[in-house]
Nanobody
Framework: VQLQASGGGLVQPGSSLRLSCVIS????????IGWFRQVPGKEREGVAG????????WSADSVKGRFTISKDNAKSTVYLQMNSLKSEDTGVYYC??????????????????????WGQGTQVTVSS
């Protein structure tokens, strides 16, 4: 499984960005895909995730109402639409793939340890 994240950049507070994660996998429906972010000195933080088969999603409380995760199975791509960006959203954003051991609706996929495959990361900087 290979993942390629893109779409990061330098934006002002209040702006929007859309991150993309292109996944190469034999059977995409097996996987849950998560977006995580990391800043130096801190543990990788879960942002949002989605089941490629059923489309169930989760998102962190800090981004609810601002970030939306979606998928396009035909394009093997997961998107993270980020609106109303804040300075605290700054970090390197990674997408990752894992095989769910239970449903996203019952809490799978919110921690980085549940994922086996990682993309290279894309930098998001929110600054005036």
């Amino acid at each position: 499984v290979q993942l390629q994240a893109s779409g990061g950049g330098l934006v002002q507070p209040g702006s929007s960005l859309r991150l993309s994660c292109v996944i190469s996998a034999r059977t995409l429906d097996y996987y849950g895909i998560g977006w995580f972010r990391q800043v130096p000195g801190k543990e990788r933080e879960g942002v949002a995730g989605i089941s490629m088969r059923l489309g169930h999603t989760w998102s962190a409380d800090s981004v609810k109402g601002r970030f939306t995760i979606s998928k396009d199975n035909a394009k093997s791509t997961v998107y993270l639409q980020m609106n109303s960006l804040k300075s605290e959203d700054t970090g390197v954003y990674y997408c990752a793939a894992g095989v769910p051991t239970h449903s996203i609706t019952t809490g799978w996929g919110t921690t980085f340890r549940e994922y086996d495959y990682w993309g290279q990361g894309t930098q998001v900087t929110v600054s005036s």
